[in-house]
């Protein structure tokens, strides 16, 4: 009969391929049993959208098979929990494990549309995941989920009413565009905008989630100010499209949250409407605002490109619809927002480590 001392040992030969430590190290095997021929385990991931758990639970099988037995069975249970940096002492939105920020130097780039499609693929994972709208002054998150009309609950806890977000997709989604007319434009000075947010956050109810996205405005103003030092971000990812302007003002919004008073990680870069692909020619790209700016950028700045998401009439119609395009599980352009959200998840594993 094998033992639970000599499964264990087998997969101290396993690494983690972000971590570069053992998985009996990690902590990330549970509940090894042993009968006639057969082990069962749990593998616990970091998140559940890891993008290398395939390789993971096949190289735990190899492994055992190697070092014990190679006749074997091996049932690896893949279950994940969440890792967060955060301390303890941090009192703001203490239930949610990873605060990440989508931003961009300019307007225009489709940072909404990447931070919607983002916070549903997470979804999809199992993750718990909110949504914040924290773009004051164009709200469009109500638009890209069909939540125009919608106004959140306000329920008394404790002694505090507190706003509760509207669950969508399976996540949870708040925005400002909920409180006020879509038609008015709002007239806010800086401090009013920013005490606006921080009503979003500390006024509602989040409870206890895995990711809450936050959707800032364009530019580097006030909002990110506000954002990087009352919140406790875990990082941020920039949004560009390919060509020089875009590149350019990408740069400013990388420099921006490197600075010594911000000092928020960037997770990395991720460029939009990389080419254009017609659906009568699904074959063919082309690369209207030039090929590869996003890639030089992040290779400039020594971050990762966390995905290229093309041109596709799809993407913007879906949004128009209230149905982010990653709900279509056949579309091909969803396999690229998968993709991105797989590799900022990964991103965010290796900085909470």
């Known amino acids: ?6 499964i264990t040992n087998a997969l101290r030969h396993v690494q983690d391929p972000d971590l570069k430590k053992d998985l009996v ?39 055992i098979h190697q070092y014990v037995d190679p006749e074997l069975e091996v049932v690896v249970e893949l279950t994940s929990r969440v890792t967060s940096r955060r301390k303890e002492t941090q009192e703001l939105l203490k239930g949610v494990k990873n605060i990440i920020a989508i931003a961009s130097g300019k307007g225009g780039v489709g940072k909404s549309t990447i931070a919607a499609n983002l916070a549903v693929a997470m979804g999809q994972t199992g993750a718990r995941v909110g949504l914040l709208d924290a773009d004051i002054y164009g709200p469009s998150i109500p638009v890209m989920f069909g939540l125009q009309a919608a106004r959140p ?13 509207i669950t969508r997709h399976g996540i949870q989604v708040l925005s400002i565009g909920f409180f006020v007319d879509a038609s008015q434009a709002l007239i806010w000075r800086g401090p009013m905008a920013s005490n606006a947010l921080m009503q979003l956050f500390k006024d509602a109810e989040w409870g206890e989630l895995d990711y809450l996205i936050v959707d800032t405005p364009p530019g580097t103003g006030d909002i990110h100010l506000t954002l990087a030092q009352q919140v406790p971000m875990t990082g941020v990812a920039i949004v560009t499209t390919p060509q020089e302007v875009a590149l350019a003002d990408a740069r400013k919004a990388i420099t921006m949250f ?62 128009d619809e209230g149905l982010p395009v990653v709900l279509e599980d056949d579309a091909p352009e969803s396999s690229a927002f998968r993709q991105m959200t797989e590799n900022i998840a990964q991103q ?3 900085g909470n480590a």
């Not at 990389?274 to 020619?281: D, G, I, K, N, R």
Request: glycine content about 8%; some cysteine; aromatic content about 6%.
């Open 1 to 6: 009969m094998h033992t639970k001392e000599q």
């Open 25 to 63: 190290t990690l902590n990330m095997i549970e509940n090894i049993e042993i009968q006639q021929g057969k082990v069962t385990f749990t593998l616990v991931l970091t998140t559940p959208a890891c993008p290398l758990k395939g390789k993971m639970k096949q190289d735990c099988i190899e492994a």
């Open 153 to 165: 609950d306000v329920v008394q806890i404790g002694d505090k009413p507190k706003i509760i977000p």
């Open 258 to 319: 490197r600075q010594d008073q911000i000092r928020v990680p960037v997770l990395g870069l991720i460029e939009n409407m990389s080419w254009f692909t017609p659906a009568e020619l699904p074959g063919n790209r082309y690369y209207l605002f030039g090929k590869e700016g996003g890639k030089r950028l992040a290779e400039e700045y020594g971050i990762p490109l966390l995905g290229q998401v093309p041109i596709v009439q799809s993407i913007c119609e879906s949004g």
């Open 348 to 350: 965010i594993a290796i």
